[in-house]
């Protein structure tokens, strides 16, 4: 038989070693640090593993990054999705921005956005990381924009309206609030800026 408890010490990983839960660390590491702040000695101790034993497991520190941003999109992408199958393009700025606020105002994570926390300002090594980031938003604005346009043909929103231009001007706010959101804004403020958008919603 096996010895299975021999096999994890001779390769260095803990017997009660589990990936989910440890990339789970990791994406908190690097969601409250970015992805040039959090050094491997941080996210080793907050994974519980040794490096080699993450290098085994996730490969290089980008190759976790990007594993723990696929894993905070699986948490964070339905809301998104919820808000662009509500059934007017009020509905869905409201959703979408109320539900930010909610989300990166939560006790239990860090504060603001991997998305946007990850890679704000960077050296030339973490440029890939900053341009999948990049990519990234730039998707989700695209998603907006045609669910805008779609409103617009819908005669939800103004003939004369530019979708384009109403959706940068969503994802920038919901940028903004994940940055002040980072600084200390609570929840409460940040609902307040959602109130101000909506109150200049054209109806």
């Known amino acids: 038989m096996k010895d299975n ?3 994890a010490r001779k390769s260095g990983r803990p017997r009660t070693f589990d990936a989910e839960t440890a990339l789970d660390k990791a994406m908190k590491v690097f969601w409250e640090k970015g992805y040039e702040g959090s050094s491997l000695p941080e996210l080793t101790e907050a994974m519980g593993m040794n490096r080699p034993s993450l290098y085994a497991v996730f ?3 980008e190759n976790l990054f990007r594993m723990a941003l696929e894993r905070y999109g699986a948490t964070h992408d339905p809301l998104f999705n919820a808000a662009l199958a509500q059934p007017t393009a009020r509905a869905v700025v409201e959703h979408f921005l109320r539900g930010n606020a909610d989300a ?3 006790t239990e994570n860090p504060h603001g956005c991997l998305v946007i926390n990850g890679a704000l300002a960077c050296s030339d090594d973490a440029l890939p990381i900053r341009d999948s980031l990049i990519e990234r ?9 045609a669910r805008l346009e779609q409103a617009k043909a819908d005669g939800d929103l103004p003939a004369d309206s530019c ?4 959706a940068r001007y969503v994802m920038t706010v919901s940028n903004g609030m994940a940055v002040q ?3 200390g804004a609570t929840r409460k403020q940040l609902q307040e800026v959602v109130d101000q958008v909506l109150r200049g919603w054209p109806s």
């Open 59 to 61: 490969g290089n520190k």
């Open 181 to 183: 959101a980072a600084a």
């Open 104 to 106: 990166q105002t939560e």
């Open 163 to 166: 979708s384009g231009q109403m």
């Open 5 to 7: 408890s021999a096999s």
């Open 137 to 145: 938003r730039a998707a989700s604005e695209a998603k907006l924009r």
